[in-house]
């Protein structure tokens, strides 16, 4: 693997870079003001429109499409991408200003791999326009949605159309107020081979028979004005023609989709980390105790150093998924993709909390990024599949890899 950057990817970092120094950092605050104080928790400020429309003219739009998706996107390989979506990371909500954050990117993935023409006229080209929001539905509040093949959705051929049945929650997306469509995991064949029984299918957010329940907290955010959604299907009817793929292939689009998602949010984490070490590094120079600054303090220079050894170590596997993706593709990458996501939310629960740590009081108030940042962190643990199952299937995967030697 090489390790430095490409030329066009150094040029997009300094491009970004000088973007969220511009016009991101400035107004982080004030972002979270506006979103505090309006009255429509699930409203985007007209500062985000306004963000997203500087980002577009100065081409830092749809970064994370690669090149067969021209002229929508940057054309950007995964270890391209890399160090873009970290230094997006930085700032919890301002992927969203470069139309690069989830549940967004993944479905446009989807679309654009498996959708119709229709269906990706209707919904890929807005979405990628920045026009409308989107929602994945896939975990049930009834069963261990860490196995997928749990989901009990129905989605119930009726001839002319699909008859959806269920409830979902943990559904990201779908509070915002522009979030126009879901995308929608549940079961067509419960009598077909176990993992060709669930499908996924688009429902229009305003279908009769959709209700928006209540936003579900994560660790007390509610993460407006974007949130995560309780969401009731009660005979809810959509056009066959909104079936994605086909019948039984719910998993094959699920697998299309969570790869690239899994190691979206690694890199962001790293950003995260970044943002918590850097602002550590300077709150330690700033504060005295015992007569002498922190940064004096042998304990906390170790602390430090451990801090700095962690994100490296995530950063270089990070890359290392990224290029294997790139060159051998997402199913041969499997295991480094398991990885990643085993290692690098864990790790920035471990720098974030150490931040905070040190930081002391202020770690925990509202004068820091670091308790909302813990508290995403800490949630993308559980995120497209828990550090158990991915430990299970990577162990399980080794195993048969050294038996086949």
């Known amino acids: 693997m090489n390790f430095?950057?490409?030329?066009?990817?150094?040029?997009?970092?300094?491009?970004?870079?000088?973007?969220?120094?511009?016009?991101?950092?400035?107004?982080?605050?004030?972002?979270?003001?506006?979103?505090?104080?309006?009255?429509?928790?699930?409203?985007?400020?007209?500062?985000?429109?306004?963000?997203?429309?500087?980002?577009?003219?100065?081409?830092?739009?749809?970064?994370?499409?690669?090149?067969?998706?021209?002229?929508?996107?940057?054309?950007?390989?995964?270890?391209?991408?890399a160090p873009l979506c970290e230094i997006m990371g930085r700032v919890l909500w301002s992927s969203e200003v470069f139309n690069c954050s989830a549940p967004d990117t993944g479905n446009m993935e989807v679309l654009a791999k498996y959708g119709s023409d229709a269906q990706k006229q209707e919904y890929l080209v807005p979405l990628?326009?920045?026009?409308?929001?989107?929602?994945?539905a896939m975990t049930e509040p009834e069963v261990a949605s860490s196995d997928a093949t749990n989901i009990a959705t129905s989605i119930v051929d009726k001839g002319d159309y699909y008859l959806i049945n269920g409830r979902k929650w943990y559904t990201s997306g779908a509070m915002n107020n522009n979030c126009k469509i879901l995308i929608v995991m549940g079961k067509t064949d419960p009598q077909a081979p176990r993992h060709s029984q669930q499908s996924q299918i688009l429902v229009p957010i305003d279908t009769a028979g959709v209700t928006v329940v209540r936003p579900m907290s994560a660790m007390g955010y509610l993460d407006e004005p974007i949130g995560h959604a309780e969401v009731l299907f009660e005979d809810v009817k959509v056009p066959k023609t909104n079936l994605i793929l086909g019948e039984g292939r719910g998993f094959e689009v699920a697998q299309g989709r969570l790869g690239p998602g899994r190691i979206h949010h690694c890199m962001r984490l790293i950003g995260c980390a970044q943002r918590a070490l850097d602002l550590t590094c300077e709150r330690v120079e700033q504060r005295i105790a015992f007569g002498q600054p922190l940064s004096k303090q042998q304990s906390v220079r170790e602390s430090i150093a451990q801090m700095y050894c962690k994100i490296e170590q995530a950063r270089l596997l990070t890359l290392k998924a990224a290029d294997h993706m790139d060159k051998y593709g997402n199913k041969v990458a499997k295991n480094i993709i398991a990885a990643?996501?085993?290692?690098?939310?864990?790790?920035?629960?471990?720098?974030?909390?150490e931040a905070i740590q040190i930081h002391g009081a202020a770690g925990t108030s509202q004068d820091t990024i670091l308790s909302a940042t813990l508290a995403y962190a800490r949630t993308i643990r559980l995120a497209d599949g828990p550090d158990q199952v991915h430990m299970m299937q990577l162990g399980k995967n080794l195993v048969v890899q050294q038996q086949g030697k």
């Not at 016009?23 to 997203?52: C, G, Q």
């Not at 990643?340 to 909390?353: G, L, Q, R, T």
Request: hydrophobic share 40%.
């Open 4 to 81: 430095d950057h490409s030329e066009k990817s150094l040029a997009l970092m300094e491009k970004l870079n000088k973007f969220m120094q511009e016009e991101i950092y400035p107004v982080e605050s004030e972002y979270h003001d506006l979103v505090a104080s309006n009255s429509n928790t699930w409203e985007t400020p007209a500062l985000m429109h306004s963000l997203k429309e500087k980002a577009r003219e100065q081409g830092l739009w749809n970064l994370f499409l690669p090149e067969e998706y021209l002229p929508y996107g940057a054309g950007l390989t995964n270890l391209e991408y």
């Open 128 to 136: 990628l326009e920045g026009q409308i929001r989107s929602a994945f």
């Open 340 to 353: 990643i996501k085993i290692v690098a939310p864990k790790m920035a629960c471990e720098v974030i909390d």
